[in-house]
């Protein structure tokens, strides 16, 4: 028995993306914003995290408008939110793979190839934009603008989003397992022959290795559900489940700032904001963090800049 979402469950749905879509376009836009306001951040491995929230950013602004009853607008924000998600996790390949070939291949020329980067982003998100539009039903939107309704509408949007998206998922995992596999190396056979010193910042490093690790989580726990309901959607069709579509509408919205948190606020961003607010304080409440100026220092180590990348370019 075909089961569908009443009017009450849509207009929950429509309320949980809204609201998602608008924290990921804060959390993105923020990260946007410090890069144009801060010029010590304008480096090439934050430049990367730059485009992921630009991208983020879009995804999120093109995913908070729309209205399934006016086709024109629907139609448009379905391809512009397919061309800028897709866009945002293959930035997340870009920057895993300016860390490998930096930390493990030992690579200087990863500034040189920023403008293929942009080709093989910009390049496949066009493409996978434009081959979703076969098998695409013209006369029929469905509850949000982003879904197909025809079956083979639905396999192709399966295959040009979701098969690209477990593939960057699988690179990124791969990736970050052999930086972090190689500087534990390093790090254990440091430690023997170093001081003090060394041991404390091989501390800090070990808390940069376990946030690496969580990078891949993201992607994974922003899709893992609509992967699963894209799935059983195409298998049967005209069953919804409404806390499945919740789920998937609620974690995919939240990708931005997911993104936004894990890439976008390192000790960098940070120092950089608490530098501008002291030029405000005053003095007595600067009195109250002795420590501050020390604390940040060490955090800086367990950052992606610990790993001087743009000293070796």
Known sequence: MATVLSVHDRQILTAVNSGASSLSFVGSGFIVLCYSLFKELRKFSFKLV??????DMLCSFFNMVGDPSKGFFCYAQGYTTHFFCV????????????????VVRHKTDVEDLEAIFH??????SLVMTVIRSIGNDHTHFGAWCWGQT????????????????????????????????????????????????YQFDSRTDTKALNRWGYYPLILIGSWAFGTINRIHDFIEPGHKIFWLSFLDVGTAGLMGLFNSIAY????????????????FWPERLQSWFPNSSRHRNQQQQSELVSLKIQDQQ
């Open 50 to 55: 730059f485009y992921l929230s630009l991208s």
């Open 87 to 102: 866009a945002s996790f293959l930035w997340t390949t870009t920057i895993a793979f300016t860390l490998h070939r930096t």
């Open 119 to 124: 080709l093989y982003v910009w390049g496949t």
């Open 150 to 197: 025809g079956r083979t509408g639905k396999a192709i949007h399966f295959i040009t989003f979701y098969v690209p998206l477990w593939g960057a998922i699988l690179y990124n995992g791969f990736t970050y397992f052999q930086v972090i596999r190689m500087l534990n190396n390093a790090t254990r056979m440091a430690v023997g022959i170093s001081d003090r010193a």
């Open 264 to 279: 976008g606020l390192n000790a960098s961003v940070r120092r950089a904001i608490h530098e501008r607010l002291e030029l």
